[in-house]
């Protein structure tokens, strides 16, 4: 069978795609090739997911029409460069790391050749099927790469598609985003248990109300703001839970969240990659490393 796509970093958010693609019949199993350094990625890979798993990234690019590049950022340099002297010159890379700019992809793999690069940040909802996916184009990527990446995600995730840059504000709120939830999650079952539930019950509680809550807010219903509005009875007990969090400054508290992410995402490439990107930042980084 033909390398349809070779996946370079077999973890937690490849194995969420792959199944995607497999349950979706986007390809087929004996379509795909996986590699990692950990032999235990290797044996999901291969015995739970259905994959053929190798250790060598440079064994799995050989005659690859797609690579998806799934590493963590800070590992991307040494990925690329192992890749880079076998991969057929017209494989397209799907790249899923935070920070790491197609810019920086395309240098890399360098060998003169314009590399047709997709960035995304997917989120692990797509393990469910209930996905959302960023996707940007790099400057030698064209609208057919485009469809054909997109096709990899739409088994098991809505995509967007939008200029590189906003890949950062993505990654804040989509792709980061399922942590915050379990968070408040958490949270809400420290409280129940406080409230002299057992951990069982607050359990229970907390997580099928995150579900059903997540489960209204389609594009067909009403907005998350009227849905609120729907539960909160004037001077009821959700006004009660809300004025709280309004005065303890909740609002602005998630906001500022959300803004560190977006520089995290936009200073994790240099990081990760010391010389990977120009400018007083990239300066004040390196010369912590
Ligand atoms: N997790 C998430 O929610 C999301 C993650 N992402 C991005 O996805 C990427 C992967 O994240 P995630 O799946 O969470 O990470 P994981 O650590 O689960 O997966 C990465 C895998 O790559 C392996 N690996 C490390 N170096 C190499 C190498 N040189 N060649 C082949 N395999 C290697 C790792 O092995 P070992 O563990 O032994 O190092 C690990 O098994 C990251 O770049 C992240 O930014 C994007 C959106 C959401
Ligand atoms: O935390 C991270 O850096 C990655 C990117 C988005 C979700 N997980």
């Not at 958010?13 to 087929?28: F, H, K, N, Y």
């Not at 798993?53 to 440079?58: D, T």
């Not at 790099?138 to 598609?161: H, N, P, S």
């Not at 992410?261 to 200073?267: I, K, P």
């Amino acid at each position: 069978m033909p390398n349809e796509l070779a996946i370079i970093g077999a973890g937690n958010m490849a194995e969420a795609i792959v199944r995607g693609i497999l349950r979706g019949g986007v390809l087929a199993a004996d379509q795909l090739v996986a590699a990692d350094i950990s032999p235990e990625r290797r044996a999901v890979f291969a015995d739970k997911v259905g994959v053929r798993a190798v250790e060598s990234n440079v064994e799995a690019v050989a005659g690859a029409r797609r690579v998806l590049l799934a590493v963590k950022p800070q590992m991307m340099k040494a990925a690329l460069e192992q890749i880079a002297p076998g991969l057929p010159h017209d494989a397209l890379l799907v790249s899923i790391a935070a920070g790491i700019s197609s810019g920086f992809i395309e240098r890399s793999l360098g060998r003169g050749i314009h590399w047709r690069v997709i960035r995304t940040m997917p989120n692990t909802p797509m393990l469910m099927g209930h996905g959302m996916v960023g996707l940007a184009r790099g400057q030698y990527a064209t609208a057919d790469d485009v469809a054909d990446a997109r096709r990899l995600f739409e088994a098991a995730a809505e995509v967007i598609e939008l200029d590189e840059d906003k890949l950062h504000a993505v990654t804040a709120i989509s792709g980061s985003g399922p942590a915050y939830f379990f968070f408040l999650v958490e949270q809400m079952i420290k409280a129940g248990v406080e409230l002299g539930l057992s951990r069982e019950q607050a359990y229970r509680l907390a997580t099928r109300t995150a579900y059903g809550a997540a489960a209204m807010m389609t594009p067909d219903t009403d907005s998350p703001e009227e849905l609120r509005r729907k539960v909160t009875s004037p001077n009821g007990t959700t006004h009660a839970a809300i004025t709280h969090m309004e005065q303890a400054g909740l609002p602005a508290i998630v906001v500022e969240a959300l803004k560190a992410a977006d520089r995290r995402s936009r200073n994790w490439g240099c990081e990760a990659v010391p010389g990977s990107c120009s400018g007083r930042l990239a300066v004040f980084l390196d010369s912590r490393l």
